[in-house]
């Protein structure tokens, strides 16, 4: 099982949260900051990291309400492609 934590105290904006995220889980260049090719990435296993894996986000501070909203999608992205693998995708905040 492989663990990724991420930090968001300087995440203001999804654009953020792509920076933190896609290298991380080693995604190619080719990969988009977006939720379709984020799922195409743990289905398929293009990124370096592969699941089983956990990412863990650390929010050591509030997040604006839009990306908060949107790192919820986020989640259920994780959650569908564990549903769709059958493998330990997991997403969450600590």
């Not at 995220?21 to 090719?37: F, Q, T, V």
């Not at 604006?64 to 259920?76: F, G, H, I, K, S």
């Amino acid at each position: 099982m492989s663990l990724i934590s991420l930090d968001a105290r300087d995440w203001h904006c999804r654009a953020d949260f792509w920076a933190a995220l896609l290298p991380a889980l080693g995604a190619p260049d080719w990969h988009g900051p977006n939720l379709d090719a984020l799922y195409d990435g743990l289905v398929a296993g293009e990124n370096r990291v592969r699941p089983p894996l956990t990412i863990e986000i650390a929010v050591s501070t509030p997040l604006p309400e839009p990306l908060t909203a949107y790192l919820d999608r986020v989640r259920r992205v994780f959650a569908d492609a564990a549903r769709d693998t059958g493998m330990t995708i997991d997403f969450r905040f600590i």
